[in-house]
C-alpha cells in the first residue's frame, strides 16, 4: 500500500508527540536501581562459602552479576541458575577461565572465592585488570603474598573487601568500639581464639583425572605445586593440606579474630615483634607492652570461652572486659558497659552488612572496612604466629621490614613458589 506526503506527515507527527513508554525498572522506579548504577559484578570460585556470599550479593539491589567461573561444572550450573533466577533471564555467562572474566570490560568488581591458595594470585591479576575485589579468606598464603596482595591493590588504586565479615557485624563492633573509646581502660590483653593447629604435608592417592570439562584439575591446582589428582581434594578436603591451605589453619579462624584484636587495639598497619608457642597456645606481644593470646576456642567451651559462637574474642583492659562471639551474644564486666547496646540478631557468619559496605565503597571511592592494609597486617601477624608453632621456638619480628630478627630459616618460610603461570 502507498503512503500519501500528507498521510506520512501525519503519521510522524503523532510519533514524536506520544512519549515512549519506558519500564520502570530502566528508571530506577518500583523499588528497582537504573541500570546505569548498577556494580557489574563476577564471580570467580562459587562452592559453597562462595554461593553464600554470592547470594548476599544477589539481594542487594545494585548488585547485577553478569558471569560466573569455576573449574568444576557442577559448581558453575548451580550459580549460573542462582544468579539467572535473580536476573529474570538466562544471560549469565559461566566459564572455568578466570582470564576470561578479568578481560571483559563490561565487569567493574569480582567476588573471589576460591580456594585459599588461589585468593591472592587472582586479586592480584583481577586489581591489574582494572577491577574492585572482594576476597574471601585468606587472603593470602605466605607473608611476602601478603605484602604483594596489599602492594598490588594500593598500586592500581582499587577497592579491596577481605571476607573479614565481622568488622561489620554489630555485637563485634560494640565490643572493638568498648575497648578503642577507652571505657574497658587500657587494654593490656587482646584473645583471638583459633582452631587446633595441623599441617598435612602427605598426598592423596592418586586417581584417575576427569575430563577438564567436568574439573580442570590442572586450574583447580593453579599457583599450588603440582601433585596427582584425588577426588577428596575438589570435594573440600583440601584443608589442613600445607599446599592448599595457609599455614597450619590457623588463618582459617586466625585471619577473624587476630583481625579483631588488632582493630579493638589500634594495631592495623603493625603487627606483635615477638611470638611464642606452648601447648597449643600461641602468646604474642607488640612493642607497646600488649598482649595478644591466640588460644583454641569456640567448640564446647574449650579453651575456656564462654559459650558466645565460633570465633570468639575477648579484650582485657583495666577497668573492665567485653567478650563477643558469632552468636550474635555479647558479655562485659561490668555489665553497665553494655548500657545502650542493641542487637540487631546478625550472626558473625553472615556476610550481607560487609558485602553492602563494599558496594557502597566501589561507588564512593572509600575506603573498606577490611582494606587492604589492615589485611597486610592481621595477616602477617597469623603468619608469623603459625611458624613460630611450626618451628617450635620464639620468633622475634620487625613490623617495619616485616622480616623475623635473626632467623634465617623463619625469613626463607616468608614466601614461596608459584607454579608457572600463575605469576602476579
Request: net charge neutral.
Amino acid at each position: 500500500m502507498k503512503t500519501t506526503r500528507r498521510e506520512f506527515l501525519h503519521q510522524t507527527a503523532l510519533a514524536i508527540a506520544m512519549p515512549a513508554i519506558i519500564p520502570a525498572r530502566a528508571l530506577g522506579r518500583d523499588g528497582t536501581v537504573a541500570p546505569s548504577n548498577r556494580i557489574a559484578l563476577g564471580a570467580i570460585g562459587i562452592g559453597p562459602r562462595g554461593r553464600l556470599v554470592l547470594d548476599a550479593f544477589l539481594k542487594q539491589p545494585d548488585a547485577q552479576f553478569v558471569t560466573v567461573c569455576d573449574v568444576q561444572a557442577a559448581n558453575r550450573r548451580t550459580a549460573k541458575m542462582m544468579v539467572d533466577r535473580k536476573n529474570g533471564n538466562q544471560d549469565c555467562g559461566a566459564t572455568a577461565d578466570m582470564l576470561e572474566v578479568l578481560g571483559r570490560d563490561d565487569i567493574d568488581a569480582v567476588l573471589i572465592a576460591t580456594g585459599d591458595r588461589w585468593h591472592a594470585v587472582a586479586t592480584m591479576f583481577a586489581a591489574k585488570a582494572g577491577k574492585d575485589v572482594y576476597s574471601e579468606k585468606p587472603c593470602a598464603m605466605t607473608i611476602a603474598e601478603c605484602a604483594d596482595l596489599d602492594d598490588t591493590v594500593r598500586r592500581y588504586n582499587r577497592v579491596f573487601q577481605a571476607g573479614t565479615q565481622r568488622r561489620n557485624v554489630a555485637n563485634f563492633r560494640y565490643a572493638v568500639d568498648l575497648a578503642r573509646s577507652g571505657r574497658l581502660g587500657k587494654i593490656h590483653t587482646v584473645h583471638a581464639s583459633i582452631y587446633h593447629l595441623e599441617e598435612r604435608l602427605d598426598w592423596l592417592p592418586a586417581e584417575p583425572e576427569p575430563d577438564p570439562q567436568v574439573c580442570d584439575w590442572d586450574r583447580w591446582l593453579g599457583p599450588a605445586p603440582w601433585r596427582p589428582y584425588n577426588g577428596e581434594y575438589v570435594r573440600g578436603l583440601w584443608r589442613c593440606h600445607a599446599d592448599f591451605e595457609a599455614r597450619g589453619r590457623l588463618l582459617d579462624w586466625g585471619a577473624h579474630t587476630v583481625d579483631l584484636c588488632q582493630w579493638a587495639s589500634g594495631m592495623d598497619g603493625s603487627t606483635p615483634v615477638e611470638f611464642e608457642h606452648d601447648a597449643g597456645t600461641i602468646h604474642a606481644r607488640y612493642a607497646n607492652g600488649l598482649k595478644l593470646v591466640l588460644r583454641l576456642g569456640g567448640f564446647s567451651n574449650e579453651g575456656q570461652w564462654h559459650d558466645l559462637g565460633t570465633c570468639p574474642v575477648r579484650f582485657e583492659g583495666d577497668d573492665g572486659w567485653v567478650e563477643v562471639g558469632d552468636a550474635a551474644k555479647i558479655l562485659a564486666e561490668p555489665a553497665s558497659l553494655l548500657d545502650g547496646y542493641r542487637a540487631d540478631g546478625m550472626a558473625g557468619t553472615d556476610p550481607t552488612a560487609h558485602v553492602r559496605d563494599f558496594l557502597n565503597c566501589v561507588k564512593s571511592r572509600d575506603t573498606t572496612a577490611s582494606n587492604s592494609v589492615a589485611t597486610r597486617s592481621s595477616h602477617i601477624a597469623c603468619h608469623a604466629a603459625a611458624l613460630s608453632w611450626r618451628l617450635g621456638r620464639k620468633l622475634a619480628f620487625d613490623p617495619a621490614s616485616e622480616l623475623f630478627v635473626g632467623d634465617a630459616e623463619a625469613n626463607r618460610m616468608r614466601r614461596r613458589a608459584r607454579r608457572a603461570p600463575w605469576h602476579a
